[in-house]
């Protein structure tokens, strides 16, 4: 029987896969009979992942997964910025009390599998891997809190990957990481922050930019047709 942690965790790694699209209903009972579990554990796991900002519950409709803003998508690519290059930053030649080639060894196999899951077109694999890469460098680096960190980052970046319709080639993000493996293997820190800011850049600037017009668009329509707050405008008189 699943707990409301694993749960949450599977719908996390459902939305890193891209097997979860935004905007997608998650029906208490089906998650239930699903998991062999009461609604009761499903709508602690679904109020879990709501105080994480992957569900949100709509009046008299249930549970759908978000649909970032413009807004939160610029602000988890800066997150993801800041953390990433960070980490590498201050990286030193051992991690996690493993040697320097143990790190590199793991990460390249990551990156291995990463391109066996692009070579045999299993989407949802090659999906998860690729968001996963990210993880398992602040894994290897020594920091599990930023694991964990990362891992619910990278899966809103996938969310809005999926929203504004990404253009960037999975091919293209598995050379990046191997890019950046090589750098670590050389003992070029540096390098590989900079190599990380330009490989989160482009997935960035992959999104559609017709898609993002049109949310920027939505979203000054939302705010012009705001409620007046009346009261404050009677307070001013």
Request: without cysteine; hydrophobic residues 35%.
């Given at each position: 029987m699943a707990t409301q942690t694993e749960i949450a965790q599977r719908v996390v790694e459902s939305i890193l896969a891209q097997k979860l699209a935004p905007g997608e209903r998650l029906g208490e009972q089906e998650l239930a009979d699903l998991f062999g579990v009461s609604r009761t554990l499903v709508r602690e796991a679904l109020m879990q992942l709501q105080a994480r900002g992957f569900v949100e519950v709509r009046t008299r409709k249930g549970w759908y997964v978000v649909e970032p803003s413009i807004a939160q998508a610029r602000d988890a690519f800066a997150a993801r910025r800041a953390v990433e290059s960070g980490l590498l930053r201050q990286a030193g030649g051992q991690f996690?009390?493993?040697?320097?080639?143990?790190?590199?060894?793991?990460?390249?196999?990551?990156?291995?599998?990463?391109q066996a899951a692009i070579d045999g077109a299993d989407a949802a694999t090659r999906a998860f891997l690729l968001a996963d890469f990210h993880v398992c460098l602040a894994e290897c680096l020594g920091h599990q809190l930023l694991a964990d960190m990362l891992r619910d980052l990278t899966a809103r970046t996938t969310l809005v990957a999926s929203l504004y319709q990404s253009t960037h080639d999975a091919q293209a993000s598995c050379a990046d990481h191997a890019r950046i493996v090589a750098a670590i293997?050389?003992?070029?820190?540096?390098?590989a922050a900079r190599l990380m800011l330009d490989h989160i850049g482009n997935v960035e600037d992959a999104l559609g930019q017709?898609?993002?017009?049109?949310?920027?668009?939505?979203?000054?329509?939302?705010?012009?047709?705001?409620?007046?707050?009346?009261t404050s405008l009677r307070a001013v008189k």
């Open positions: 996690e009390g493993k040697p320097l080639q143990a790190v590199v060894k793991r990460l390249r196999q990551h990156v291995k599998e990463e293997e050389a003992g070029r820190l540096d390098e017709t898609s993002l017009a049109s949310a920027d668009a939505r979203e000054r329509l939302r705010a012009t047709l705001a409620p007046v707050q009346r």
